[in-house]
């Protein structure tokens, strides 16, 4: 609980305060104004949205077609619906709800902005690698520990085409067909040990299922 | 038995279930409730599993610190090469110039009361020059004095000109008539006049010319900010049945009589001031000074004088009142922060990165030698 709420009010402060630092008494390269509310808040929001999906990503631990779509699709829609929402269009139709119009074509066009939330999620995403990796080196959990002994164990890499003869034994198709390298395991007769995690493994690709025909 | 293999990757199959020896005739009749075995749905999907290892998160380290060093140093010598000069004319000091103008500030006064500040360039500035006017400890990122505007009035709604929202409460009709523009953000226009005159060696001033437009941004001039009426040129006719801000001299159509583009609702200064700032100190663009077109500087250095319309009063919330002259560079003006930030970050990255290496180091041999518990 402690590391929680210490690293959301780290995050806090980060996304705070570097915008605000970076925004105190500066100017577009026009010198037109950009230390104004909108504009601000603009840049507070984009800040907070890289440092969550970065950390999204980090935290997903099986990238698939359908990951990557739900990822790259939340950020481009946020984009889509910022800039639809600050346009022409929306403000002439909708004034009084939509008055931030020309916020996002007007700052998001600075490099001064890009750098400041590249490095605001940067910042917010550092302490947590650096630790999660300082913990795994440090005290490896049973999960890194396998994990480990897989790449180790990946290198010679097991022949993809397995026919497994004993018809008698039935494997569940979906525990296993997720990792290449258990038809040796499962084969070789220590299928007894119980696995406490399913691990999975770092390369995938088209195996044949160890199942029984 | 060839059969029976080929048949598992099939794209879609009515019956998982694996029977050994059996045909396929009564597989079709009864529709089973598994799911398909196509790839989506038994999450055979091809995929990519980060972990992290010494060998991407080390490198990773030195990487970010290796790249973020140069940008942190180019921010910060970009940031020193933009020339800078400010100059506090609030006259809260008995010997500051205007002092006896912000003594005797009254609100229904006619006449104007001036003052000159006196003050020295010691470097040339070059290219464009960016006089900005600030302003601090006034708090435009209030809630109740942000919301405090009808943005439907100001686009040229020729209802809302008559009848503007209630969001501009106190400031919305006075004397029984609708006030254009209403609210608090337009009421406490800023209304100073700053001029600038260089002083030559021999006594001679001239005066700098100070260009009023182009410095508010263009969707502001062109989009949100509309004159009722169109493109009338006759505002007086306008805005008739509505009355000025309580606290202006004028009305809003007489902004700016020689310039039809920059009178009524679309003048850029009361636009720029229409944009509430987010700190409480804040500076907003007031002039530009255009460079010249030889090699001269457009500031040379030397004494300058600053003329002062004073007629803000600053006084009784405790703010200050300044004149900034900037140049301006690619990454705006000058804000040595975003440069420090990044070469501490880079910096710090770099000896986490070092520090990571030797723990890595220390605790991977011991690592080699564990065994999985069984």
Redesign the interface.
Known sequence: FVRCMLHSCYSSLILFFIPWAAMYDTVRDDGKDIADYQSFALLAQTCLLMAVNVQLCLDTHYWTAVNQFFVWGSLSAYFAITFTMYSNGMFLIFTSVFPFIGTARNSLNQPNVWLTILLTSILCVLPVVAFRFVLMQLRPTINDKVRYKMRKEAVPAPTPRRHPRKVSTRRSGYAFSHAQGYGELVTSGRFLLKRPTKSRSTLFSQVDSPLAK | ?AA??AS?YNAKEEDGH?S?GSSHGGAGAVKSKKPDNTAFK?????????????GT?LP??FV?GLIFIP?GIG?YVTSNNIKEFEIDYTGAEVSSPCFNCAKNFSWNSTTSCNCSVPFTLEQPFES?V?M?Y?LSNFY??HRRY?KSR???QL?G?RSSLKNP?KECEPYRTSDGLPIAPCGAIANSLFNDTLELYYIHSNGSSTAIPLVKKG??????KH??FRNPGGSNNNLTAAFQGTTKPVNWRKPVYELDPSDSDNNGFINEDFI?WM?????P?????YR?IQKKPNMTPTLPSGKYLLEVTYNYPVHSFDGRKRMIL?T????????P??GI??IT?GSV?FF?GVV?LI??HK??NR?NS?D???
């Open positions: 038995i029976m293999m598992s694996h050994s038994q999450q055979r999907l091809p995929a990519w599993q980060p972990i992290l290892t010494a998160v990773a380290f970010i940008i921010l464009n960016f900005y600030g435009q990122n942000v009808d943005d439907s686009n709604d929202s410095i508010a941004w263009w969707t502001d989009v949100k720029v944009r509430t700032a987010a700190l100190t804040f500076r907003k663009l530009i900037s301006i560079s690619w990454m705006g003006g000058k804000n922060f975003l930030a990044y970050v990255c986490l990571l723990i890595h605790y991977d690592n564990a999985i518990p069984n």
